[in-house]
Protein backbone atom coordinates (compact mmCIF):
# COMPACT_ATOMS: atom_id res chain seq x y z
CA UNK A 1 0.00 0.00 0.00
CA UNK A 2 0.84 3.89 -0.76
CA UNK A 3 -0.56 6.18 1.87
CA UNK A 4 0.65 10.27 1.65
CA UNK A 5 0.06 12.56 4.67
CA UNK A 6 -4.09 13.37 3.10
CA UNK A 7 -4.42 9.10 3.02
CA UNK A 8 -4.28 5.71 1.32
CA UNK A 9 -3.28 6.57 -2.09
CA UNK A 10 -3.09 2.93 -3.67
CA UNK A 11 -3.44 -0.69 -2.44
CA UNK A 12 -3.12 -3.82 -4.79
CA UNK A 13 -4.65 -7.28 -5.24
CA UNK A 14 -3.07 -9.59 -3.45
CA UNK A 15 0.45 -10.90 -5.47
CA UNK A 16 2.95 -13.78 -4.92
CA UNK A 17 5.64 -11.82 -3.78
CA UNK A 18 6.09 -8.55 -1.95
CA UNK A 19 8.13 -7.45 -4.55
CA UNK A 20 5.37 -8.39 -7.28
CA UNK A 21 2.98 -6.29 -5.08
CA UNK A 22 5.33 -3.36 -5.46
CA UNK A 23 5.74 -3.37 -8.86
CA UNK A 24 1.98 -2.98 -9.01
CA UNK A 25 1.81 0.01 -7.09
CA UNK A 26 4.39 1.61 -10.07
CA UNK A 27 6.34 4.57 -10.30
CA UNK A 28 5.31 6.27 -6.88
CA UNK A 29 7.31 3.91 -5.29
CA UNK A 30 10.40 5.22 -6.26
CA UNK A 31 9.74 8.12 -4.01
CA UNK A 32 8.39 6.47 -1.20
CA UNK A 33 9.65 5.85 2.30
CA UNK A 34 8.91 2.36 3.99
CA UNK A 35 6.74 3.36 7.22
CA UNK A 36 5.13 0.42 9.46
CA UNK A 37 2.06 0.73 10.44
CA UNK A 38 1.31 4.04 9.42
CA UNK A 39 -2.36 2.65 8.52
CA UNK A 40 -3.54 0.48 11.11
CA UNK A 41 -6.60 0.66 10.56
CA UNK A 42 -6.54 -0.29 6.55
CA UNK A 43 -4.08 -3.43 7.95
CA UNK A 44 -6.54 -4.63 10.95
CA UNK A 45 -9.20 -4.04 7.95
CA UNK A 46 -7.61 -6.68 5.80
CA UNK A 47 -6.65 -8.85 8.32
CA UNK A 48 -10.06 -9.17 9.41
CA UNK A 49 -11.29 -9.53 5.58
CA UNK A 50 -8.85 -12.61 5.09
CA UNK A 51 -10.94 -14.40 7.83
CA UNK A 52 -14.26 -13.24 6.51
CA UNK A 53 -15.40 -10.70 8.58
CA UNK A 54 -16.18 -7.56 6.59
CA UNK A 55 -16.81 -4.07 7.68
CA UNK A 56 -16.59 -0.46 6.27
CA UNK A 57 -13.45 0.70 6.05
CA UNK A 58 -13.54 4.11 7.20
CA UNK A 59 -9.97 5.51 7.02
CA UNK A 60 -8.49 8.87 4.73
CA UNK A 61 -8.48 8.10 0.85
CA UNK A 62 -5.82 10.50 -1.06
CA UNK A 63 -7.75 11.05 -4.31
CA UNK A 64 -6.58 14.64 -5.05
CA UNK A 65 -5.02 12.86 -8.53
CA UNK A 66 -8.40 11.45 -9.45
CA UNK A 67 -10.65 12.96 -11.88
CA UNK A 68 -14.60 14.15 -10.67
CA UNK A 69 -16.15 11.44 -12.44
CA UNK A 70 -13.82 8.77 -11.35
CA UNK A 71 -13.88 9.96 -7.63
CA UNK A 72 -18.18 9.20 -7.79
CA UNK A 73 -18.30 6.28 -9.22
CA UNK A 74 -15.64 4.95 -6.85
CA UNK A 75 -17.42 6.58 -3.95
CA UNK A 76 -20.52 4.60 -5.60
CA UNK A 77 -18.73 1.20 -5.91
CA UNK A 78 -18.05 1.66 -1.80
CA UNK A 79 -21.61 1.68 -1.84
CA UNK A 80 -22.25 -1.45 -2.76
CA UNK A 81 -22.62 -3.84 0.02
CA UNK A 82 -20.03 -6.78 0.89
CA UNK A 83 -21.78 -10.02 -1.38
CA UNK A 84 -23.85 -8.14 -3.39
CA UNK A 85 -22.98 -6.98 -7.32
CA UNK A 86 -24.10 -3.42 -9.15
CA UNK A 87 -23.90 -3.45 -12.88
CA UNK A 88 -22.20 -0.75 -14.63
CA UNK A 89 -25.48 1.18 -15.47
CA UNK A 90 -26.37 0.92 -11.63
CA UNK A 91 -23.17 2.70 -10.69
CA UNK A 92 -23.37 5.30 -13.66
CA UNK A 93 -26.88 6.28 -12.65
CA UNK A 94 -25.32 5.77 -8.65
CA UNK A 95 -22.51 8.56 -10.11
CA UNK A 96 -24.92 10.84 -11.67
CA UNK A 97 -24.36 9.83 -15.04
CA UNK A 98 -27.10 7.62 -16.29
CA UNK A 99 -25.63 7.00 -19.55
CA UNK A 100 -22.05 6.44 -18.87
CA UNK A 101 -21.79 2.90 -18.41
CA UNK A 102 -18.79 2.40 -20.77
CA UNK A 103 -17.34 5.10 -18.47
CA UNK A 104 -17.84 3.87 -15.17
CA UNK A 105 -15.79 0.85 -16.73
CA UNK A 106 -12.91 2.92 -17.69
CA UNK A 107 -13.08 4.29 -14.33
CA UNK A 108 -13.07 0.91 -12.59
CA UNK A 109 -9.80 0.12 -15.02
CA UNK A 110 -8.32 2.58 -13.34
CA UNK A 111 -8.98 1.86 -9.57
CA UNK A 112 -6.04 2.62 -7.67
CA UNK A 113 -7.50 1.47 -4.30
CA UNK A 114 -8.78 -2.26 -4.82
CA UNK A 115 -10.38 -4.10 -2.38
CA UNK A 116 -10.96 -0.26 -0.51
CA UNK A 117 -12.76 0.63 -3.68
CA UNK A 118 -14.71 -3.07 -5.14
CA UNK A 119 -14.52 -2.98 -8.25
CA UNK A 120 -15.08 -6.52 -8.42
CA UNK A 121 -18.38 -6.21 -7.19
CA UNK A 122 -19.37 -4.46 -10.73
CA UNK A 123 -21.03 -6.88 -13.24
CA UNK A 124 -22.41 -6.57 -16.30
CA UNK A 125 -25.30 -5.97 -17.60
CA UNK A 126 -26.00 -8.84 -18.63
CA UNK A 127 -24.99 -10.23 -15.06
CA UNK A 128 -21.21 -11.45 -16.42
CA UNK A 129 -18.18 -11.30 -15.34
CA UNK A 130 -16.65 -8.56 -17.29
CA UNK A 131 -13.16 -6.83 -16.78
CA UNK A 132 -10.79 -6.88 -13.98
CA UNK A 133 -7.67 -6.07 -13.21
CA UNK A 134 -6.38 -9.43 -11.31
CA UNK A 135 -8.77 -11.55 -14.11
CA UNK A 136 -11.96 -13.38 -13.99
CA UNK A 137 -11.02 -15.96 -12.14
CA UNK A 138 -9.91 -13.62 -8.98
CA UNK A 139 -13.10 -11.95 -9.12
CA UNK A 140 -15.48 -14.70 -9.05
CA UNK A 141 -13.30 -15.42 -6.19
CA UNK A 142 -13.85 -12.73 -4.20
CA UNK A 143 -17.27 -12.44 -5.19
CA UNK A 144 -17.61 -15.91 -3.75
CA UNK A 145 -15.34 -15.49 -0.55
CA UNK A 146 -17.85 -12.29 -0.02
CA UNK A 147 -21.26 -14.15 -0.43
CA UNK A 148 -20.42 -16.15 2.35
CA UNK A 149 -19.38 -12.77 5.08
CA UNK A 150 -22.40 -12.28 6.78
Known sequence: MLGS????????????????????????????IELNGIFPAFEEWLRTFTKGLYHYLDIPLDLRDVPPFYKS????????PVGETRSYAW??????????????????AKNSLPLVVPCHRVIGNDGGLHGFAGGLDLKRWLLEFESGIS
Not at 16 to 26: M, N, Y
Not at 73 to 80: A, G, L, P, Q, Y
Not at 91 to 108: E, L, W, Y
Open 5 to 32: DQGLRRTTLPQLTPGAAVDQLGFETNQS
Open 73 to 80: VWTSCREI
Open 91 to 108: VARASGRPKAARAVGQAM
